[in-house]
């Protein structure tokens, strides 16, 4: 169904020794994993209870109307809101993934350079911890707050457990996809003319090209009615983090292109929306066995000016693995206004 299906993962995962390392250590021990090819997150620095990661503002992460999801933040913040938690793990402590919740403030787009996410440790204790992270632009604009809830673990480890073997990072003859062009496509004449419905439904016909971010994840809509879309995707190895598991930010950020995708189908022509909040809880880990995720996103208010969604994300067996809401802003203004508008999310959520 797409390039994923033909191009082997690329990066690497730690060995299970490493959890004998202190969490410093082992957290800069981590070799790439494959979503850090995937769309270029990096982390950049790191303290004790602190972290910054960044990630470009790719193309690729675009929409058709030239402005990026909010749950691109996530994709930025979960793993330095899990990493600054790790820097304060004695060997043989781990942390889960609990909850995520995200407050956007500003949009963000390719002229945003990148997106840069820098967490702390709220609290630490023996079973639980809380962080929260800031995301800003490479100008330093802030974009979104996030905290992260942290079930943490303890294995028993054996006592002759040999010291972990450094993972050396592969190296690679072609671009990591999020560096490659992205192909130029023709959106049909009159598309900004159609209903939020009619564009989702343009979209599984093949009418209407699949925004930029859809092909990089390998994102498919399979359905869509009034306030409910149904969106698929594969559950490979490209969407992995160094646990092996579904990256924490993509399942959030899936959650949060169905909840948009739900106001949408509500929106008339000449209108918009844009996400205000998130709030997801991770139910289960996503395996990464190559069968098809199903998210399915629904509005559960619909007001004038405000929308509340709910989304949950299924794996292959139909087990839900994320449960999010979130809140949504509805704009009487047409998707390009908010390209136009840089500073626009300020003077919007004034004149609404």
């Known amino acids: ?9 690329r990066g690497a995962f730690p060995a299970p020794s490493m959890l004998a390392l202190p969490g410093n250590e082992r957290r800069n021990a981590i070799p790439p994993p494959p979503i ?19 990630m470009p503002a790719s193309p690729w992460l675009n929409t058709p109307a030239g ?23 004695p060997p043989g402590v781990y942390g889960v993934t609990s909850e995520l919740t995200m407050n956007f403030l500003r949009p963000a787009s390719v002229e945003s350079g990148s997106l840069i996410a820098r967490s702390r440790v709220i609290d630490a204790g023996r079973s639980l911890g809380l962080s929260e992270a800031l995301v800003s632009d490479a100008s330093g604009r802030l974009l979104a707050h996030s905290t992260s809830r942290y079930f943490l673990r303890t294995i028993e480890l054996p006592p002759d457990l040999p010291p972990p073997e450094p993972v050396e990072a592969p190296t690679y003859d072609t671009p990591d996809p999020h560096l490659r062009p992205v192909p130029r496509v023709e959106q049909p004449a009159g598309w900004l003319d159609m209903s939020g419905l009619e564009l989702f439904r343009g979209v599984i016909e093949g009418e209407i090209p699949r925004a930029p971010f859809a092909e990089l994840f390998g994102l498919r809509t399979v359905a869509a009615d009034e306030g409910a879309v149904t969106n698929v995707i594969g559950a490979t190895h490209w969407l992995c983090s160094p646990a092996r ?14 909840m948009t995708g739900a106001v949408t189908t509500t929106l008339p022509a000449g209108h918009s929306c844009a996400t205000l909040d998130i709030k997801v809880q991770f139910l289960r880990p996503g395996n990464a066995d190559g069968r098809d995720m199903t998210v399915r996103g629904s509005v559960v208010h619909r007001g004038k000016n405000l929308a509340v969604t709910r989304a949950e994300v299924l794996n292959g067996d139909g087990k839900p693995l994320v449960l999010a809401t979130g809140s949504t802003l509805i704009l009487a203004r047409p998707w390009q206004a908010i390209v136009l508008a840089d500073e626009g999310r300020d003077e919007d959520l004034d004149e609404d």
Request: proline letters at 3%; a negative charge.
């Open 36 to 54: 850090f090819h995937l769309f270029g997150l990096q982390g950049i620095e790191g303290g004790e209870g602190t972290a910054v990661f960044s």
């Open 67 to 89: 402005v990026f999801l909010g749950g691109v933040s996530a994709l930025a913040a979960d793993a330095p809101l899990g990493a600054c938690i790790v820097s304060l793990l």
């Open 1 to 9: 169904m797409g390039w994923m299906d033909d191009e082997p993962a």
């Open 245 to 258: 598991t579904i990256y924490g930010g993509v399942l959030a950020f899936l959650a949060d292109a169905a």
